[in-house]
């Protein structure tokens, strides 16, 4: 289980301007998290559109179609895939990063 929260994933989402009221919304949230925790084979598009789809009660064409539409109205449109592994990518480093600078002082040698 990925160390990144629903909220990081929210709060990156909205930075990019994927708009909440879009279902691709929901479908990149799942998507995310889903590479994150490791439960679908990130480089494989269709692993991913087939999980999600199966998660909302959708198809997968339809969770391929949402996502392509909500990315092309970004500021920086690139496709589905990279979209998605870049997103994973830049949370779980953030999260990481964080986790090294807060964490609690080690134990002094010596």
């Not at 301007?17 to 479908?27: L, P, T, V």
């Not at 269709?46 to 789809?53: L, Q, R, S």
């Not at 009660?57 to 391929?64: E, L, T």
């Given at each position: 289980m990925s160390t990144v929260s629903n909220r990081a994933i929210n709060d990156y989402l909205s930075e990019v301007?994927?708009?909440?009221?879009?279902?691709?919304?929901?479908?990149l949230?799942?998507?995310?998290?889903?590479?994150?925790?490791?439960a679908v084979d990130r480089y494989r598009a269709?692993?991913?559109?087939?999980?999600?789809?199966n998660q909302a009660?959708?198809?997968?064409?339809?969770?391929?179609r949402a996502i392509r539409q909500a990315i092309r109205k970004t500021a920086s449109p690139i496709s589905n895939?990279?979209?998605?592994?870049?997103?994973?990518?830049?949370?779980?480093f953030t999260a990481d990063a964080n986790a090294f600078l807060f964490a609690g002082p080690s134990e002094s040698s010596g």
């Open positions: 301007g994927i708009y909440h009221s879009s279902r691709a919304y929901e479908f949230l799942i998507g995310i998290r889903a590479i994150l925790d490791g269709g692993a991913i559109y087939d999980y999600v789809a009660g959708v198809k997968s064409d339809q969770v391929d895939k990279e979209f998605l592994i870049r997103a994973a990518d830049e949370l779980k």
